[in-house]
């Protein structure tokens, strides 16, 4: 019992330090863009962006101290949930870095729009996968990312496509949700955001698998129900 406190303890502590930083980068960086912008038009923009990503980086706090308390009974809450206001979040909560990227983000959750999943999860997942397609795009090219919901029988899919640098999936695919392990080399890599995600599908009953070619691109698939 023990032990399994300690690895519940260890989980939350990477999704605090990981999940919050999307959204306090995206302040820094909204900050920057305000001290340097000449528009006021643009800095009532900023502004207002600023206060959306700073309240949802206190929701996201006030949800993980509702995930630490649940998690000393085993178990967390499931919400009916919305694909699109989730990630809809997500978006805001990494707005900065998307403009810098001038990426362009495509979604399609007509085929299947809602889920019975922690919100904390849901947004944790949508964060990781979207902050890795922009971190590891290519530098000559914008960021095209693709996401969409869809039904495989009875199960729901998350499908998470990008044309980034790809992972030569020969050499790493059974490195590629291990702790701290890096297949680019980028100053933001911490081999973290991907672990976390496969324990937070698994513990839900899920499964995360990966298609990618080196400077073509990458797609993850959740299959929520596996």
Known sequence: ???????????????VSHNLRSPVGNILTLITFMETSTSDEDKGQYMKFLKESSSIALTTLEELNEVLKVKQNESIEKQV?????????VMTMISAKITEKSAEITSDFSRAPSILYPNIYLESIFLNLLTNALKYSKPDQRPLIKIATYYVKKDIILEVRDNGLGINLERYRHHLFKLQKTFHKHPESRGIGLFMIKNQIEAMGGEISVESQENIGTTFFINFNK
């Open 1 to 15: 019992d023990l032990r399994r406190k300690n690895d519940q303890l260890e989980e939350f502590t990477q999704i």
């Open 81 to 89: 949930l919305q694909f699109e206001q989730v990630f809809n979040q």
